[in-house]
Structures are given as C-alpha cells and as structure tokens.
C-alpha cells in the first residue's frame, strides 16, 4: 500500500482498539461512552444548536453573496456528473438509511411522545412532523453543504488534497502537515467511522425486521450479525469499482426505487389527507423554524431531555456525518459555482426529504390517530412494516423496502470506505482497493460492536462524543472558507481593473 499515510496507520491502530475494547469488555465500553456522552448533553448541548443554526445562516449568506460565482473548478470546468445523478448520489450518502429507519417511526414518536403538549392529539401529530422536517431538512442539509464546499473548493479550485485539514491552511499554512494536521484528519476519520457505523447498525436492525414479516426470522443480534456480513461483502465489492461505476449506479437505483416506494404509498394510501397533512405540517415548519432549531426546555426537565435525545443528537450526528457526506458530495460536484452547489444541496433535498417524511409519517399517523390502530406501540425498527402490512399490496412494498435498505446499506457504506480511503491517502481520488477493505472491514466491526453493546444508545453516545471536537474544526474552517474567497474575490476584481485599464491603441482612439 504505497499510497497511504501516517493517518492511516494511526486511525487503523485506533480503529482496531476500538473494535477490541468492545469485544473483551463491552459492559465497560458502553458504560464510558454513555457517561461521557452525559456530561457532553448536560454541558454543551448548547453549542450544538448554535452550531447547527450557524451553518444554516453561513450557508444561506454565502450563496447569495458576492462570492456566489465562484466556481468549484478551473473557470472553464462543466460539471462531471449529469443534475439528476447528482441528485441521487447526494441522497445515496446523505441520509440513505436514515430515510427508510425514520419515515415512519420518527413522526410516530413524536405524536406518541411530543416535545411539549399532550400525547397523540391532533397538535401532537403535527408537532410530530414539523420536528421531523427539523431534523432532517435545511439544518440537516446546510451542515453537509458548508463542510462540502470547503472541500471541493480547497480540492479542485485550489489543488489541494481532499482532506480536512486542508481547509484550514488559510489558518494554519503548512502546520496542517504536521501534529495539528494529523489530529484533525484523525478526529474526521473516527467521526466518519462512528457516524457511518450508527447507521449501518440501523440498517442491520431494519432489515431483520422486515425479515422478520416477511419470512418470519427472529429478531435478535446473531440474525443481524449475519445481515452485516452479507452486506459488507457487497459493499467492498461495490465500492472497489469506484465512483464512476458502482456507487453511481447503485445510487440511481436507489432514487428509482425509493421513487417507486414513494409514489406507491402516497396513491395507495390516504392521498388527499396525506397532502394536506404535508402542506399545513411545512408551512409551520418554514414559520417556526428559527425557534424550533434554537428550542431549549429549561423549566421542564423532561421536554428538555426530549431536545436533547432527538434534536441535539441529530445535529451531532450530521456533524459526524461531515467528512463522509462532505468529501463525497465534494468529489461529485466539481465544475459547479458556489450559489449552484449550496442551492442543490441545501434546497432541493430538504425539500424532498421533508415530502418523503409527510408522506410516510403522514400515513402512519393516519393509521393509528384515523384508524385506529396501535401504530404508536410499534419499536422504531418495526413500525414501518407494521403499516405496510395494512395497505393494499403491503407484502410486495415490504419487499421493495427491504431491497431499498439493503441497496441504501451498500451505497452509504461504499461510499464511506471510498471517503476513508480517500481521507487516509492523501485525499487521493482513487484509494487503494486494500485501502478501502480495510475500512469497510473496521465500518462493519464498529457497527457490529455498537449492536452488541447498546444498541441504538450505544449508536447516540458514539456520535455525541465524536462530533463536539468536529464541530469545533467546522467553525475554524468556515473561517478559512471566508478569508480564501474574499481573497479570490480581490484577485479576480484587480485582475478585470487592470484588464480594463490596457486598451489597444484603436481602442483609445475609437
């Protein structure tokens, strides 16, 4: 492996601690994460919703400000990907899994369990939806696109690697070569690792679900074990193709199927309700979005724990997500103009997420605050096909959900071994292929690991602990950012002054 770095033998040394300290002592494991995780929510629960509405205002100012040509390329660069296969890359590893685990549960959730108010109500259903939309929309989704734009601008404009740390030379000049350099690249490297991970578990514990209405198989961690080890093998396989081949085609796949999912329940279902369940529930999600990403609870103990169990842990793990999300949607976009970039990334997705939510939410609150049944009792894991087996068809679009997760589960995973490859490379476009083994060997190790130990909370305390020192990074590169374009902005200024100011001799005459 002639191409990889000191970054690589360090995080893989860490990597497989890791993976050991689960498997000889996992009581103790999970103990020390959750503690840690505590202290982080009770004393800087805070900084992560300041941080999460920042990268929204920052993003928003950035793509409508001066600085909005500014292309992620030489001047002359078309974008190397078609919009729509764009489009479907960005949602193959922007939240993939994510959408088929929580289009159901988490509206459900949260009209069972509201932030504030009585439980299972007409204003709790909808409650439940406008924090969903939260937690899965522009906030989401202005994370992802600051910490991308860095990257591509850094990668392509400027023809740096492909790494964190590069993005703050505008700060640190060439100490990102060394220690300091070395810490960042390796706290990206472990926040990908946990945060890809959590999803994976998630994905693992879905499928067996699905599984388990289908075919009748239990629902226990060796079934699951097994669903990761089949996946895995794909996933390297997929991902030793690149990203030209494998994940571009996996990931147009992905966006017709979750398309065909999406059209079959909102026709199916309840459509006239669904859509104006959509259109009230975002509406006051657009009229209430800077309080809700700013909402704290500090007279009730309880509704503040809600915040800091579901929001807080969302924008954590958006955090977390960053170096994954945002090196691959760097390494998609090159040839776009900043206000083409943030607007694709940031609107558009939102956008759709939030439909994706109205409707598959929408159809599980119709089924148990309409009909009657008990949708809400259902675990997170379940409640999806739990409504699908009420639907017409509900056998066929409970094997179309389980195909779409699996396929989610390999193109969020190879997109994740292709980004560590790149991250512990030297931000090399095309990694190594033991490179990317390796990775997707210790991304299903953790992943296994944090099944076995705790779960979905063993999952939580791995992205909070991971994301707070990330999400310090984030801030200094934003800086960085800001001061690197307002140079540009100066240099192209001057240079069309002076190309001004040099006329021929027939234009000074004329």
């Known amino acids: 492996m002639k191409k990889t770095t000191n970054i690589f033998w360090i995080s893989l040394i860490i990597g497989v601690f890791f993976v050991l300290w689960g498997v000889v002592t996992p009581d103790n494991l999970i103990r020390v994460m959750t503690t840690v995780q505590s202290y982080l929510l009770d004393r800087f629960g805070w900084f992560y919703e300041y941080t999460a509405t920042f990268f929204l205002i920052f993003s928003l100012l950035l793509a409508f400000s001066r600085f909005g040509n500014i292309k992620l390329g030489k001047q002359d660069e078309k974008p190397e990907f078609s919009t729509p296969s764009w489009f479907a890359m960005l949602?193959?590893?922007?939240?993939?899994?994510?959408?088929?685990?929580?289009?159901?549960?988490?509206?459900?959730?949260?009209?069972?369990?509201?932030?504030?108010?009585?439980?299972?109500?007409?204003?709790?259903?909808?409650?439940?939806?406008?924090?969903?939309?939260?937690?899965?929309?522009?906030?989401?989704?202005?994370?992802?696109?600051?910490?991308?734009?860095?990257?591509?601008?850094?990668?392509?404009r400027k023809n740096s690697p492909g790494l964190m740390s590069a993005t703050l030379y505008p700060l640190l000049g060439n100490k990102v070569n060394g220690p300091i350099g070395y810490i960042v690249d390796i706290v990206s490297v472990f926040a990908t690792v946990f945060g890809v991970a959590a999803s994976l578990g998630l994905g693992a514990a879905q499928i067996n679900s699905?599984?388990?209405?289908?075919?009748?198989?239990?629902?226990?961690?060796?079934?699951?074990?097994?669903?990761?080890?089949?996946?895995?093998?794909?996933?390297?396989?997929?991902?030793?193709?690149?990203?030209?081949?494998?994940?571009?085609?996996?990931?147009?796949?992905?966006?017709?199927?979750?398309?065909?999912?999406?059209?079959?329940?909102?026709?199916?279902?309840?459509?006239?309700?669904?859509?104006?369940?959509?259109?009230?529930?975002?509406?006051?999600?657009?009229?209430?979005?800077?309080?809700?990403?700013?909402?704290?609870?500090?007279?009730?103990?309880?509704?503040?724990?809600?915040?800091?169990?579901?929001?807080?842990?969302?924008?954590?793990?958006?955090?977390?997500?960053?170096?994954?999300?945002g090196t691959f949607i760097a390494r998609v976009s090159k040839g776009r103009t900043v206000r083409e970039f943030i607007i694709g990334v940031l609107i558009v997705p939102s956008l759709v997420c939030s439909l994706w939510f109205g409707v598959m939410g929408g159809t599980g609150i119709y089924y148990d605050f309409i009909k009657g049944l008990d949708v809400a009792k259902q675990s997170l894991e379940t409640s999806l096909f739990f409504v699908l087996q009420q639907m017409p068809f509900g056998g066929l679009l409970s094997v179309l959900s389980v195909i779409l997760i699996m396929i989610f589960f390999v193109t969020s995973a190879d997109s994740a071994t292709f980004v560590l490859g790149m991250q512990t490379t030297n931000g090399s476009l095309n990694p190594p292929f033991l490179v990317t083994f390796t990775w997707g060997i210790i991304l299903a190790a953790v992943s296994a690991i944090l099944l076995w130990t705790g779960g979905l909370v063993g999952m939580q305390a791995a992205i909070i602990v991971s994301a707070l020192p990330l999400a310090i990074i984030l801030l200094f590169m934003c800086y960085g950012l800001v001061k690197s374009f307002r140079q540009e902005y100066s240099t192209i200024k001057e240079k069309k002054q002076y190309q001004n100011s040099v006329k021929t001799p027939k234009q000074k005459t004329s």
């Open 210 to 325: 699905g599984l388990h209405y289908l075919l009748g198989l239990p629902i226990n961690f060796k079934v699951q074990l097994i669903i990761i080890i089949i996946t895995t093998f794909l996933f390297i396989t997929s991902a030793a193709t690149g990203v030209s081949k494998g994940i571009k085609y996996l990931s147009n796949i992905n966006m017709i199927l979750a398309v065909i999912l999406f059209l079959s329940i909102l026709f199916i279902g309840p459509s006239q309700y669904l859509i104006e369940l959509f259109t009230t529930t975002f509406g006051a999600y657009l009229q209430n979005l800077p309080s809700m990403g700013l909402r704290f609870a500090p007279f009730n103990s309880q509704h503040n724990q809600w915040v800091k169990d579901w929001t807080i842990f969302y924008w954590a793990w958006w955090i977390s997500w960053t170096p994954f999300v």
């Open 91 to 156: 949602f193959g590893a922007g939240m993939g899994i994510g959408l088929l685990f929580y289009g159901v549960s988490e509206p459900i959730s949260h009209y069972a369990n509201p932030p504030f108010g009585k439980s299972q109500t007409t204003e709790s259903a909808k409650i439940g939806l406008q924090y969903t939309y939260l937690h899965w929309g522009f906030h989401a989704w202005a994370i992802y696109a600051v910490v991308a734009l860095a990257l591509a601008y850094y990668k392509f």
